[in-house]
């Protein structure tokens, strides 16, 4: 299972967009990223996932390049309400190779007025 | 789309009972379902694997008797702790894997249990 890394904690103002960058280096061809919001005491919840290139949905945005080696998660004008744990999760999610996700530490996201 | 409960959100229970949670998918069949235990100020931890009409597949360090999972139908999935001890006291949380035929599957979690035993 590919490992990934990401910052530990970042700060934001609200209205700012915010970029969280995970790297895993040792991603491999069949792995897609796919990227958790969890709130205390509540499950993680979907954000978006992707395999290459750029990702966009009504939350987020995804910017993986090409080397797939890293991915970049982009929270447009974040408010208060998006102060949170993000995961970044990487593994084969398509039928008999699927693997289970592994969550690493996340990053604590802290949006302040 | 792609919802999951489970039940109950919040149970404490005497040292030495068994409690029994229950994960559910409600809007989708998930043949494969997942428990994950996440302590305080920690990340979540993969306990088992659940897959319908099959035994579950345990991670190391798990005991699968003291975690009895049965994932008896396409959208219910049930996790016991048996003989529940403080250590067991924890975030319970399930998660369940949709079916995309060529696409990729997803999983979407539940509201997760928090189990206090005394």
């Known amino acids: 299972l590919a490992k990934t890394t990401q910052p530990i904690s970042m700060d934001s103002y609200e209205g700012q967009e915010v970029n969280i960058t995970c790297s895993h280096n040792n991603i491999a061809t069949n792995d897609y990223i796919t990227w958790y919001q969890q709130f205390p005491s509540q499950g993680p919840r979907f954000i978006i996932q992707g395999y290459k290139t750029k990702v966009t949905n009504e939350v987020a945005s995804l910017f993986i390049p090409a080397d797939r080696k890293s991915s970049t998660l982009s929270l447009p004008r974040v408010s208060l309400s998006d102060t949170a744990v993000y995961y970044c999760?990487?593994?084969?999610?398509?039928?008999?190779?699927?693997?289970?996700?592994?969550f690493g530490k996340g990053t604590m996201l802290l949006v302040s007025p | 789309g792609a919802v999951v409960s489970q039940h109950p959100s919040r149970v404490i229970c005497k040292s030495g009972t068994s409690v029994k949670i229950e994960c559910r998918s409600l809007d989708f069949q998930a043949t494969t379902m997942f428990w994950y235990r996440q302590f305080p100020k920690k990340s979540l931890m993969l306990m088992a694997t659940s897959n319908e009409g099959s035994k579950a597949t345990y991670e190391q360090g798990v005991e699968k008797d003291k975690f009895l999972i049965n994932h008896a139908s396409l959208t219910l999935s049930t996790l016991t702790v048996t003989s529940a001890h403080p250590e067991d006291s924890s975030f319970y949380i399930c998660?369940?894997?949709?079916?995309?035929?060529?696409?990729?599957?997803?999983?979407?979690f539940g509201p997760g249990t928090r189990l206090t035993v005394l």
């Open positions: 998660s369940a894997r949709t079916l995309a035929g060529e696409s990729t599957d997803t999983q979407y």
């Open positions: 999760l990487v593994g084969d999610l398509r039928g008999s190779g699927y693997s289970t996700l592994t």
